[in-house]
């Protein structure tokens, strides 16, 4: 079993439509960072949370400490959200590093 | 402020060869990461670099290694090549603290290089 899963692995939403994406990790850690990824590789940090919620414009990200998960919201969705989505945790203790999820495939149709 | 470059953004080798891929990080930046990413095995982190000092490495074998700069500028290096390291490798940079506060600062990434082995 992964240390981090993402669900859905594909992700199809018409334009307007409310999106969430789940991950569940199973270590302990000190962060956990949602990632966007466009095609052509290039990623973009979008959130890094260690409690509670966080808002950037359309995107919510929440995290649950206790139950290990955290969860990626994008409301009113567009096209140009089309993109890879990716969930890392930060391994807490001197164990510094980033594991990753596999990537959630967001597609949003106009 | 520039971001994060990478260089070369592109290169071909052949198994046996070796390579040095380099990395800038933003300007004020002290951490490098390094990852690679591949279509099996995703995102993987390599090894990480603070104040020229490598400060963590991931499951990666020996052939896999890195330096870091006083101008905090890092080179990661591969040798002897072999078809499985065709990947995009990226870096990222950030900050960087010392413990207890390390990886609570956001990292951002270069736009990698695709390294292909033929």
């Known amino acids: 079993k992964n240390e981090v899963e993402q669900s859905p692995q594909n992700l199809t939403a018409q334009e307007g439509e409310f999106i969430t994406i789940n991950c569940s990790y199973s270590?302990?850690?000190?962060?956990l960072h949602w990632l966007q990824q466009h095609p052509g590789g290039g990623i973009v940090s979008l959130f890094m949370?260690?409690?509670g919620k966080k808002k950037h414009g359309r995107l919510i990200a929440t995290i649950n400490i206790q139950e290990k998960h955290s969860s990626l919201h994008i409301t009113a969705s567009h096209p140009r959200d089309s993109a890879v989505y990716i969930c890392?945790?930060?391994?807490?203790?001197?164990?510094?590093?980033?594991?990753f999820g596999k990537g959630t495939l967001l597609t949003v149709n106009p | 402020k520039a971001g994060v470059t990478q260089t070369p953004r592109y290169l071909i080798k052949t198994r046996g060869q070796q390579v040095t891929l380099s990395c800038s990080p933003i300007?004020?930046?002290?951490?490098v990461s390094w990852y690679q990413q591949t279509p099996g095995q995703g995102l993987q982190f390599l090894f990480e670099?603070?104040?020229?000092?490598?400060?963590n490495k991931g499951n990666f074998p020996g052939r896999f290694s890195g330096r870091q700069f006083s101008n905090s500028r890092s080179e990661m290096n591969v040798s002897t090549l072999e078809l499985g390291d065709s990947a995009l490798y990226l870096c990222?940079?950030?900050?960087?603290?010392?413990?207890?506060?390390?990886?609570?600062?956001?990292?951002?990434f270069g736009p990698g290089t695709r390294l292909t082995v033929l």
């Open positions: 949370l260690s409690s």
């Open positions: 670099y603070f104040s020229e000092t490598q400060r």
């Open positions: 270590v302990g850690i000190s962060a």
């Open positions: 890392a945790v930060r391994s807490g203790g001197s164990n510094y590093k980033l594991t």
């Open positions: 990222a940079s950030s900050l960087g603290a010392a413990s207890p506060l390390r990886g609570t600062d956001t990292q951002y």
């Open positions: 300007s004020g930046h002290r951490s």
